[in-house]
């Protein structure tokens, strides 16, 4: 009884956690019918995960997934909607000190154990996040695709 508890334990923790990780299969399978809509050439493309001009909302959330932040603008040419997709990473930005380090060794002159402290040190990382695709919707539909080169 108890095994059979933390096999099912770990089995949903399995699941939670893939479902976190979602491939393009994984969003075609949610949106079937719109993926069957689109020409073969297209289909090769979302599949890749290449979005082009002209792709509706659905057809660049098949490619590419959820974006990471929307936004929305109103101007005089009308509105529009931007998905901004990122990229986090982290940056090295050197060492720094954190401390002392207390170190114990034992003395045989004086049969004693004594203690002596350095200057400690650790690596100093900084979590970043660069944009790494835009796509401007106008009409439902991407007009404008924006890509860092990198």
């Known amino acids: ?18 479902a976190g ?37 659905d057809m660049v959330y098949l490619a590419l997934g959820a974006p990471d932040q929307k936004r929305e603008s109103i101007t005089a040419a009308g509105a529009s909607v931007v998905w901004i997709y990122n990229t986090y990473y ?9 401390g002392y380090e207390r170190r114990v060794f034992y003395d045989p002159q ?22 790494r695709i835009r796509v401007v919707f106008k009409a439902g539909k991407a007009a404008v695709i924006e890509q860092s080169k990198d």
């Open 21 to 57: 990780c979602q491939s393009v299969n994984d969003r075609i399978a949610q949106k079937p019918e719109v993926f069957a809509s689109i020409d073969k050439a297209t289909q090769d493309k979302i599949r890749q995960g290449i979005i082009d001009l002209g792709y509706t909302e």
């Open 1 to 18: 009884m108890n095994r059979r508890l933390v096999t099912t334990f770990l089995l949903a923790a399995s699941f939670g956690f893939l």
């Open 90 to 98: 982290q940056r090295y930005d050197g060492t720094a000190f954190v």
């Open 110 to 131: 004086l049969k004693t154990y004594r203690f002596s402290y350095h200057p400690a040190y650790a690596d100093v990382y900084h979590d970043d996040t660069e944009e």
